[in-house]
């Protein structure tokens, strides 16, 4: 049997973990129907692929996101009123760690660990852990689109993205 390369086998990993998460989610009563992606004014596009209130996380929600960011394309600052887990499936992302630090995994395995006032690059086959005292801000620079999936654990009802309250971010 041929040896799969650490960035094939990552990729492998995040689309086992996606379909498992899916099934997951329906077996535990959640929707794992495709509401339509909704757009916000940045053509950045967010679709809920499945969500459930786990049984062993009361009062939380588990979610899995596709987004694609549009070539150009800025998140402004925020954070996440919860523990989030995104993967670049294509692309580049720039990234700023602007309080807080964010925990990498990169394609090949490397952990890696940023504090604020970092800028890095999210590639293709990259995790980024981002947790409730991380705020951040990113954007496309490239040509192309970039594509995430995303799992996040939040209250049940709050938004996804909080907007970052600081002026100077």
Do not use: F
């Not at 090949?108 to 991380?134: C, F, M």
């Not at 689109?145 to 002026?167: F, K, M, N, R, W």
Request: hydrophobic content about 40%; some cysteine; glycine content about 10%.
């Amino acid at each position: 049997m041929p040896r799969l390369s650490p960035a094939r086998l990552a990729s492998v990993a995040a689309v086992a973990a996606a379909a498992a998460l899916t099934i997951a989610l329906a077996a535990c009563g959640g929707s794992a129907a495709t509401p339509a992606p909704s757009a916000g004014p940045t053509g950045i596009i967010r679709e809920n692929l499945g969500s459930s209130l786990p049984g062993n996380a009361t009062g939380e929600r588990l979610t899995l996101w596709h987004y694609i960011i549009p070539a150009g394309s800025k998140l402004a600052p925020h954070y996440h009123p919860g523990w989030q887990i995104a993967r670049i499936a294509a692309g580049t992302l720039t990234y700023t760690v602007l309080t807080g630090k964010v925990d990498v995994q990169r394609a090949n395995g490397a952990q890696e660990s940023y504090p604020a006032g970092q800028t890095i690059q999210l590639n293709t086959g990259d995790s980024v852990l981002e947790n409730p005292d991380e705020h951040h801000k990113a954007e496309n620079a490239g040509t192309v689109a970039v594509e995430l999936l995303a799992t996040s654990l939040l209250t049940d009802g709050a938004d996804v993205a909080i907007p970052d309250p600081s002026p100077a971010n």
